[in-house]
Nanobody, 113 residues
Framework: QVQLVESGGGLVQAGGSLRLSCAAS????????MAWYRQPPGKQRELVAH???????NYADSVKGRFTISRDNAKNTGYLQMNSLKPEDTDIYYC???????WGQGTQVTVSS
């Protein structure tokens, strides 16, 4: 049973932007903090950004000032706006409803140099 549905990945040139979306049911979205992770090849998933139900955010040092996490409570959707993308941002990005430990299927982001 799919709990989180991600969209918005793709191929972009370095310096470009992408916006990832993560849609959830109203119940899941209301009670969960949300986060985006990415998983470099051969490594564990790493936290990219996190947002609480009240809107407090934190970011990995590598994306501070370039990425913005947000949530639209009316649409039950979380977002990750990624600007000034770099080739090293290439990865599979996963959305997570962290309170309930639900995960999306992942969406590929590829940044060409």
């Amino acid at each position: 049973q799919v709990q989180l549905v991600e969209s918005g990945g793709g191929l972009v040139q370095a310096g470009g932007s992408l916006r990832l979306s993560c849609a959830a049911s109203a119940l899941i979205f209301r009670i969960n903090n949300m986060a985006w992770y990415r998983q470099p090849p051969g490594k564990q998933r790493e936290l990219v950004a996190h947002i609480t139900t009240s809107g407090s955010t934190n970011y990995a040092d590598s994306v501070k000032g370039r990425f913005t996490i947000s949530r639209d409570n009316a649409k039950n959707t979380g977002y990750l706006q990624m600007n000034s993308l770099k080739p090293e941002d290439t990865d599979i990005y996963y959305c997570s409803a962290t309170t309930s430990n639900y995960w999306g299927q992942g969406t590929q982001v590829t940044v060409s140099s």
